[in-house]
């Protein structure tokens, strides 16, 4: 079992910054391949970022490359999501997800149906 908590999530202006942070339990975190979703109100949950269990693999939506940059570390339990230059459409619900993968495969996930263990978000509100 994995539990997930979010925490960083705020009011910012457009064109200002925030950091999330997930903190996971259990020991083996670079294990688990992690995400990022976010669900704003009256839209289905999407796919924001995901890094491989060790960190070296990567992949964004193309509506927050060059914006966002999602990042781990294991030592700590923690994957971020830093987020830059902050747009009104990026106001939602923010979501970390957790799935086991082969501890070195690098693989990164991209589906909200791939992974097993999700946070309980925290809301991100952008202002204009």
């Known amino acids: 079992q994995v539990q997930l908590v979010e925490s960083g999530g705020g009011l910012v202006q457009a064109g200002g910054s925030l950091t999330l942070s997930c903190a996971a339990s259990g020991r083996t975190f670079s294990n688990y391949a992690m995400g990022w979703f976010r669900q704003a109100p009256g839209k289905e949950r999407e796919f924001v970022a995901t890094?491989?269990?060790?960190?070296?693999?990567?992949n964004y939506a193309d509506s927050v490359k060059g914006r966002f940059t999602i990042s781990r570390d294991n030592a700590k339990n923690t994957v971020y999501l830093q987020m830059n230059n902050l747009k009104p459409e990026d106001t939602a619900v923010y979501y970390c997800?957790?799935?086991?993968?082969?501890?070195?495969?690098?693989?990164?996930?991209?589906?909200?149906?791939?992974?097993?263990?999700w946070g309980q978000g925290t809301q991100v509100t952008v202002s204009s």
């Open positions: 890094i491989s269990g060790g960190g070296g693999r990567t």
């Open positions: 997800a957790a799935t086991w993968t082969q501890r070195g495969s690098g693989t990164v996930y991209t589906q909200g149906r791939e992974y097993n263990y």
